[in-house]
């Protein structure tokens, strides 16, 4: 099995700076795609970035410009710089790792950002 553990969010005034950090561990395929989404109160769970093992990236339009992925394969971590924060970017953060047939999801890191 695969266990995503989230750190890293929090407050921030609008125009701040956070970071998301999560760790994967378990049975961690070579080949894989992982990222963040995030799920805002009474929304739908929408994707924010995601980054496969080869290092292409995929953004929000949203986040574009704003937010940047990056990922440690050796280490099996994934982070997410996330600068100019808006009040839309208040959400519940979840990380995620698909690999093979199967997608994994983290607990969620609240971010809140104050305007």
């Known amino acids: 099995q695969v266990q995503l553990l989230e750190s890293g969010g929090g407050l921030v005034q609008a125009g701040g700076s956070l970071r998301l950090s999560c760790a994967a561990s378990g049975n961690i395929f070579r080949i894989n795609v992982m990222g963040w989404y995030r799920q805002a109160p009474g929304k739908q769970r929408e994707l924010v970035a995601t980054i496969t093992s080869g290092g292409s990236t995929n953004y929000a339009d949203s986040v574009k410009g704003r937010f940047t992925i990056s990922r440690d394969s050796a280490k099996n971590t994934v982070r997410l710089q996330m600068n100019s924060l808006k009040p839309e970017d208040t959400a519940v953060y979840y990380c995620?790792?698909?690999?093979?047939?199967?997608?994994?999801w983290g607990q969620g890191t609240q971010v809140t950002v104050s305007s």
């Open positions: 995620y790792l698909a690999q093979g047939p199967t997608n994994y």
